[in-house]
């Protein structure tokens, strides 16, 4: 067990399994981001665990320390399954509604002489056009 939970594991897990579940939620895989967070999760929480039982402090000093890691790990592990979820409830089209049609007021054209950025920069000049 001091293997699994050493802090060169620690490191490759926690340190993998995190952006690994960011890189799947950017491909509308939300089940499998979910499963990465948790792992990241549980692998901290065992070396808290870990920690307590192998340590020589008094309860009073191990206590407070533990109680501040597992509500942090407790409160980003739930807060990056909402987080999750929110993500992929945005994604998911909703049945049995209709997009809303566009306003009907006018569109608002710059008045005249004005002059326009196009929004890149070529060889230190920047293209202008005048509306």
């Known amino acids: 067990m001091e ?15 995190i952006p690994l579940g960011l890189g799947v939620l950017a491909l509308d895989e939300f089940r499998a981001a979910k ?6 999760a549980i692998i901290l929480a065992m070396k ?5 039982v192998i340590t020589n402090r008094p309860w ?10 597992i509500g942090l790990i407790g ?3 739930i807060e990056s399954l909402r987080w999750v979820d929110r993500r992929g409830f945005r994604n998911k089209p909703a049945t049995g509604e209709t997009i809303p049609a566009a306003p009907d007021h006018d569109i608002e ?3 005249a002489g004005f002059i326009a950025f196009l929004g890149q920069v070529l060889n230190g000049y920047a293209p202008m056009i005048q509306v």
């Open 3 to 17: 293997q699994v939970l050493s802090w060169e594991v620690l490191g490759w897990v926690v340190g993998l399994s």
């Open 35 to 40: 499963i990465c967070f948790l792992v990241a």
């Open 48 to 52: 808290d665990a870990y920690w307590e």
């Open 60 to 69: 009073y000093v191990r206590l407070p320390i533990s109680i501040v890691l």
């Open 75 to 77: 409160g980003m592990l």
């Open 109 to 111: 054209l710059p008045p």
